[in-house]
């Protein structure tokens, strides 16, 4: 059984996020909890969020089976670029230099392998 969160309008770039995806991607739950514990990016928090709304919407789908969070891994994480919000700013010699914020949605799909053996 899987389940899935996605995270949406984040105010953190696509391309800093898919570094921490990549080295979430098909790790176990308690390891990529310690990898995101650990690291130095900003970027931890919003994948941390989403990583544990994925593992609370899968045992809240599950029920009453009782599930091990050492049971379940990462199955799928992207990121998908955002709307980006457009600021001006003063350039050089009176010009107006454009500033792009960028925002992202964060999408983790978490999975178990001992529920699909089951079954």
Known sequence: MMAR?????????????????????????????????????????????????????????IGAVRVDDSDLFVKEAKVDAGPTMKRWRPGFRGTADMIKRRTCHITLVVDSHKLIETK
Not at 10 to 37: N, T, W, Y
Not at 43 to 50: D, W
């Open 5 to 61: 969160a996605v995270k949406r309008f984040e105010r953190v770039s696509p391309r800093k996020v898919k570094r921490m995806l990549d080295i979430i991607r098909g790790k176990g739950i308690v390891e990529a909890r310690a990898i995101l514990q650990f690291h130095h990016s900003r970027t931890k928090l919003p994948v941390l969020k989403t990583l544990n709304s994925a593992v609370a919407n899968l045992k809240d789908r």
